[in-house]
């Protein structure tokens, strides 16, 4: 049933012992425990400082950095089990991909930002970044859904978590922006930089698939889970590696209500948008989370709960109207067959997040943030940025995040073209088969073997 | 398919828009972050304390209001999938409400609980309280469950909102009874609100879609991602807002306990209520969350452990037997059609919790509770109560929560009443299709046609 | 359709009623609030020290207890749903198995580790040891899954509950041993206590029942919830009761990264053993895991990054290997239907962990650890034992694990064999019907109901 091209059995194996294999090298000369887990070196600390152990870091971000791994690992991964074949590759390849992005990105993100006398330190909040940057391959991955071999996407993921780390380095240490949800960063960058591969992987004849490409009944429920789990912890997420006390505070109550009023402005959106007045799951599962990214930049910000609000309510909307006017233009004009809209859900609400965010702080004044303007925008506290100035190099970052998306992603695309990584053919996409053993079916014969005696059931299994 | 009547297109927007256009307008004169979200108060009072950044409310509260927002979105949501032709309903419709209503709350609680200089002041523990105010509506939501339609069930949620922050007022704040996890102002009120809504909105023609309102085998599956999410955060739903320190800590080692001897109780009196000594799943995944309920007055008092094990068990039975005996006669006699069986999870253990919580008040005295008197019953601690009289409070409030619950259900479902809001007919309750696009099914033809070919499974979709 | 025997009518509420029963009366006469539950005894500490709340163990362990709790319930519930027709038994009894086990344990692990004036004094980390002692109880579950009643699983879970104390009680307090993640206690007795029990009750005649031990499509992705949540929470699994600081940053963090390597490694595996380069579900549920248990014993040492991801990715390997080559072998050869695997999951990564622990204990220098030794090694660092002699002990323990594990096993197992215990007969293993009431189905007639008009489905439902 499968070509030579799409068996795994070596390449597979290969990459993965390849990539492993050079982690842990890099990890054993470059690892260590950063001062909060090296058990010397905290206990060191709380005797000369007289510490008590619940400022350990680990106390103030181990709850959001939980609540940050299941938005990855179940959020994403059940998000896109909504294609009624491809459940297995939806959640399995997340969890794959994930599980190496996670530690590459331990490695590019410590060569950037953590590199202290030759050594990269990690603890929670190096941990918290790097589920970060998984999810911006994660969301690359939901444009190429149902078109790449594990290898392929292997390939991406360790390319993609490379300049995820340098564009990163540009806009959180050169331009010195602030973007605590990484609506610029993993949103941005990720949505396009997918958006441009799948462009580049464009495949005419992918009608051959298309009728595999849907929802059925069970699949939309699977796909709730991911979505509810997201939009619950999205509040985790845009807080979680913010200052500690009002700024993790404040960020998650304003993700909170912006996700709130989200939902609203989706549900009203999706059934105006239908002839019959009826919803439309796929708006429910992806433009309701909308309101999380579109903040992602400014929740730190004093951006007041009504400006959250204002802020969600206008990205369901426009998220709602981009699936369903829009991503049907990128397929057939631009070529850019984006299996869950990506485009919509965290393209879109990713530059509206970068636009806000220079707005608010525009706005940033020392009556609203008093001594706590150190935590949120340094440079205003300490003189060296006006707040305009500040809001300049936060549009700027976006620009830069679209850049390394654009230019990223054409280079990491033809990589992705070279035929030897298994990439499934165009009868064969959005289709489990292909990489899996997939048992017999629910429905059909199975079911009715338990009602009729076992007979047609051990006919009907391999 | 779909009559005018239940045509979403112009009503869902229209009032979608209304509801959450006067929300944000109501957030934007009303509502500002407290001391502990805003970053010039903060700030502010860390310098002037030498107070720690772990000292901000968030740190205690907001892992516990990430389980209470996990209740509420996965486990209401999910344990209303049960229904056969339902689940997108159920778990999108729940998600619907909760989010409006939880924007909603913030304003009527702060109102009436956080109003200080004209302006309400908002943070994780009001996080908390919006949410469990959803939950009550949820609760309401599970009586009428595939009856009513989403314009309807917004309608509830405005008023049924409103009257329990109302409650709420009477009984913490002028009764100032005790009722940490909400027995009697959510669970009490929720259920036997929404009962009265299902009586007064009575269908004697449901028959016509009795067929729809069982479960199928997966449908029950889902429900028990619902239940067991509930089951495992209870403990963190009763302790969420109880004081710091060890009232949160009783709170919630006391519901695990209560809990654990439930379901115990749940299985045995399942199994001994079935000819065929076989479980049934209705009440595994109801009665067996009882015990949280059951306790959601008392958790955070000396209630001690076997004392929450008394308690839960009791729940457990008592619930199982009002699945078995009490819904029937319900539906057939008393013409209240409460699809979830919300009279036996949240109603009888509801006014139980608030008579457990009376006796044990009645029991408090200064040798029990030392200085901690004072975090659980201050009007004792400062003299100006007995314990006879606390009781006498908290059995008074129980009567007021059952007061506000029958008035306003009777009110609040001749309202529900008008034709234009758009309710299901009779022929096509507990279904998915008169509000969503509704892709084919798992089973039968599209399965088959995986392995036969494509050619019916393109005939089979849309 | 079920015989007298495996009629649960009376027997299943006889057993509950009677463990309940003096679960609860041992818990009156015995079980106490501990100093940081009790209103009296938390105020007269705050006050006498100038304690903070947040100080409370409540705030260094609670978000750690509820990701154990939902490892338990929803975690091993789940992934054992990948049986076609044993969905509810799963999911189910693993519910109420957990709900009793957490109960027992608390008085037997009460009695041997926190007995003090004769009572027994609890809160939050006696409840994550309840929690983990039942997870032992599931792995064994896991190996007898659909071949044992309720009733028979609740009397393994009463003597296994208090071999479990036992054997934790020479490990942990006689030979002193360090075992944080319990790969010892929990994993390895877990493990081969349940594939000796699953060898005594051994069923010649299971071939009967095998065409229902497979999978179908959606409860593989039912099982995949149960995975993903395991292996999310698993690094607050590993370092839940370890000390403060440190200790739990350290553990949580090494769990991470051997789980990261552990699911590359399981992929590569399946790729490469199957003829095809197809992956294999089971692997990916199961191996992907193993990762957690190989790094049990020792991720609260300075095991470091790089060790922690060569210890997953071996553990990933080996435990792809078993199921593969020594699951079949185990029961063709050897009688042992291990029904979950848990073999090769958790009996040998628990063994791998434990000599891994020894391993790593040999290594320990005071230049290391510092003054961190007194918490990870207090012997070491007290000078009563060298790091070598620690390590002798650390192996010693092991071998206590498998011994009160076979011998326990093989005791259980007999009282088992009991008739009326109600054990399913050889044709109705791994089959809901047998003791639940289970609904029509959701593939087949049903579905096409809905398309078809009502008659056909009123026909199929009961």
């Known amino acids: 049933m499968t070509g030579y091209s799409t068996n795994m059995r070596v390449k597979l194996p290969v990459i993965c012992a390849i990539l492993e294999g050079i982690t842990i090298i890099l990890f054993a000369i470059f690892v260590r425990y950063d001062h909060e887990t090296d058990a010397r070196d905290w ?29 990855i690992f179940i959020g994403f991964g059940f998000l896109m089990t909504f294609l009624k074949r491809y459940g297995f590759s939806s959640v399995a390849f997340n969890f794959l991909l994930a599980a190496f992005g996670l530690q590459w ?24 970044n790097a589920d970060f940057c998984t999810g911006s391959i994660l969301i690359s991955f939901g444009a190429v859904l149902g078109k790449a071999s594990p290898v392929q996407l292997l390939i991406m993921t360790l390319f993609e978590v490379t300049l995820f780390g340098i564009n990163e380095f540009v806009i959180l240490n050169v331009l010195e922006a602030k973007d605590a949800g990484g609506s610029m960063t993993i949103h941005t960058f990720g949505a396009y930089f997918g958006l441009v591969v799948s462009r580049v992987l464009y495949r005419p004849n992918l009608d051959k698939s298309r009728h595999k490409e849907g929802s059925v009944y069970h699949s939309d429920l699977f796909a709730m889970i991911g979505t509810i789990f997201l939009w619950m912890f999205w509040p985790s997420f845009n807080s979680a590696i913010t200052a500690h006390g009002d700024d993790q505070h404040r960020t998650a109550l304003n993700t909170y209500y912006s996700l709130a009023a989200c939902t609203i402005a989706t549900f009203s959106t999706s059934a105006l948008l239908s002839g019959e007045g009826k919803l439309d799951m796929v708006h429910i599962q992806n433009a309701a989370l909308a309101g999380g990214v579109a903040v992602g930049t400014s929740a730190e910000m004093m951006l007041t709960p009504f400006g959250s609000m204002i802020a969600g309510a206008l990205a369901g909307i ?57 935590d949120v925008f340094p440079l205003i506290a300490d003189g060296s940025r006006t707040a305009q100035s500040q809001a300049v190099y936060q549009a700027l970052s976006l620009l830069v995040a679209l850049g390394f998306a654009v230019f990223g992603g054409i280079l990491v695309g033809f990589i992705l073209k070279m035929p030897i990584l298994g990439s499934p053919p165009d009868t064969q996409c959005f289709e489990d088969e292909i990489f899996w053993e997939v048992p017999e079916e629910d429905g059909g014969h199975g079911q009715m073997a338990v009602v009729n005696g076992d007979d047609m059931e051990k006919h009907t299994m391999a």
Not at 49 to 62: K, L, P, T
Not at 319 to 333: A, E
Not at 339 to 351: A, E, K
């Open 43 to 71: 206990h060191h600390h709380v005797k000369n400082h007289s510490a008590s152990d619940i400022e350990n870091d680990f106390y103030y971000r181990y709850p959001s950095f939980q609540d940050v791994h299941t938005m």
């Open 105 to 128: 990105s331990t490695l590019i993100q410590g060569f950037f930002h953590g590199f202290h006398d030759g050594k990269i330190h990690i603890g929670v909040e190096s941990m918290i």
């Open 318 to 374: 426009i998220s709602t109207l981009g699936f369903k006017f829009l991503s049907p233009i990128l397929d057939s004009k631009l070529k850019i067959q984006d299996t869950c809209g990506v485009h919509n859900l965290h393209g879109m609400p990713g530059v509206m997040a970068a636009l806000i965010g220079a707005l608010v702080a525009s706005l940033a004044t020392a009556d609203i943030y008093g001594a706590g303007m150190s």
